[in-house]
């Protein structure tokens, strides 16, 4: 089996668990997923299935949540599953909700949770706070919020829609917004509705998976590279095909919409994701990053 599933991720599971349980389902050991859930989070986990695990880098990296954060309280992970440190029962009007969102647009700089899976001195930032030596500074990350939008204030609720770059903490976001209004706030839920090219409205259950893996089935749901990776598409002979499969480099008409990367694909099969090298004389030279010799 190669290819992508659209995963609809349940709330209370980790992402390494779906996983797990894929496996099992699938009777297959080469299983990967890109962009990690949380636990409390549910959604689109996008999942790679046999080579194509070695994909998973050039998947897109924006991001739609719905996102239910609580105003009025403040714990250790920044979601409602962490323990309990402050409450404030003086809760912000409306008014200054909209106004303190306008904090969290364009490139902004976040603060990691202190309960996430950032590496610090070799370990997970998790793990050093489970052990009681949490750095005195959390690391800071770079990103991008592109909107976020005000869907429903209800005190101590607010719902809001955010559309992100790849690495942005919702978790983040309801602690610092709790941070301005003065109250506290952590989140409530989190469902992921869009990740680069997949989307809820097409995402498979795990007991819709499962189902299908028992009537041999499961090979009708995956979702092809072309599909999924935001990557041009070269169409090449099976001379280039083979030149590629020897990790060599090939010429190809020039075409601008071509930069970073290219897909290369004979009779609509991906042989390779590859590298754009240079141009020269309406010619483009592509070498590859990655074969897919048996796909």
Known sequence: MFGFLNVAKPSGMTSHAVINRLRKAL????IGHGGTLDPLAE??????????CRLLRFLDHDKTYLAKILFGQTTTTDDIEGEVIATNGDLPKEESVRESLLSFQGTITQLAPLYSAIHVDGKRLYELAREGKAPAALPERTVTIYSNEFIAYEAPYLTLRVHCSSGTYIRSIARDLGKILECGGCLQSLLREQAGKLHLAQAKTLAEIEACAQ???????????????????AEIDADQARTLRLGQKIFLADNPAWQEYVMATWQNSLVAVCAVKGRNNELIEIAPKVVLNDE
Do not use: D, E, Y
């Open 27 to 30: 009777k297959l050991r080469h």
């Open 43 to 52: 959604g689109v986990l996008p999942v790679a299935i046999g080579s194509a």
């Open 215 to 233: 009537a041999n089935q499961a090979a009708s749901l995956l979702i092809s590279p072309q599909q999924v990776l935001p990557l041009p598409t």
